[in-house]
């Protein structure tokens, strides 16, 4: 198993494009969500998504979008860049919601600079 | 928003010690994780804790977890160089689906 995995690793914008990261994992998993991690503050949770079809915000959701056609996939986008957007992003996947005593396994993150 | 809160931020020790962090949070919990994130990677899961248990342990780590004083603390003992990390308390409450994370501990082992 590849387990959860994040393209780009790496990626630089400027201000105002639009872009899409992509996470994918391959055990199965329902329940996904995207994290990000700024210095200092821990990881704070942007969308997450209990199953194929169902999304829902999280505690910092403002400037992305999620969709979960398939049980696979679980991609982020934003939609215009801003410089506070600035960040590493982790995708992570568990078996059910972490309410169900499940752990999260997270993808390797990608950081994302934005100009 | 709930949240765990580490203590201390930073803690540096020599090999072959044990290293104590402590989690605090505010309201009541479902469970609560602690996490491992090295330099540069994702994070790892290390051990989940329900709000029924008291003590677990996985190998040379052992949480605790007292819900009368809403904190858990995190003992990693025989520290090794490899346990340089950075540690992460993260708190589940009723009814809820999400992990809320508090904002880590830095652990340095020193060889």
């Known amino acids: 198993n590849a387990g959860v995995t994040q393209t780009p690793k790496f990626q630089v914008l400027k201000t105002g494009q639009s872009m899409t990261l992509q996470c994918a994992q391959d055990?199965?998993?329902?329940?996904m969500s995207w994290y990000r991690q700024d210095p200092g503050m821990g990881l704070r949770l942007i969308h997450y998504?209990?199953?194929?079809?169902?999304?829902d915000q999280g505690e910092v959701p403002n400037g992305y979008n999620v969709s979960r056609s398939t049980t696979e996939d679980f991609p982020l986008r934003l939609l215009s860049a801003a410089p506070s957007q600035t960040s590493v992003y982790f995708c992570?996947?568990?078996?059910?919601?972490?309410?169900?005593?499940?752990?999260?396994?997270f993808g390797p993150g990608t950081r994302l600079t934005v100009l | 928003s709930q949240q765990g809160e580490e203590d201390p931020q930073a803690l540096s020790i020599q090999e072959g010690e044990n290293a104590t962090m402590n989690c605090s949070y505010k309201?009541?919990?479902?469970?609560l994780q602690w996490y491992r994130q090295n330099s540069g990677r994702g994070l790892v899961h290390l051990i989940l804790?329900?709000?029924?248990?008291r003590e677990k342990h996985s190998g040379r780590l052992r949480v605790t977890l007292d819900t009368s004083k809403k904190s858990s603390s995190l003992l990693i003992t025989a520290s090794r160089a490899a346990d340089t990390a950075s540690y992460f308390c993260?708190?589940?409450?009723?009814?809820?689906?999400?992990?809320?994370f508090g904002t880590g501990t830095r652990l340095t082992i020193i060889p």
């Open positions: 992570a996947s568990s078996y059910s919601g972490a309410g169900g005593h499940n752990e999260q396994f």
């Open positions: 055990m199965n998993h329902e329940y």
């Open positions: 998504s209990v199953g194929a079809g169902i999304t």
């Open positions: 309201t009541s919990i479902n469970n």
């Open positions: 804790i329900r709000s029924n248990e």
């Open positions: 993260a708190t589940v409450l009723f009814g809820n689906e999400k992990l809320t």
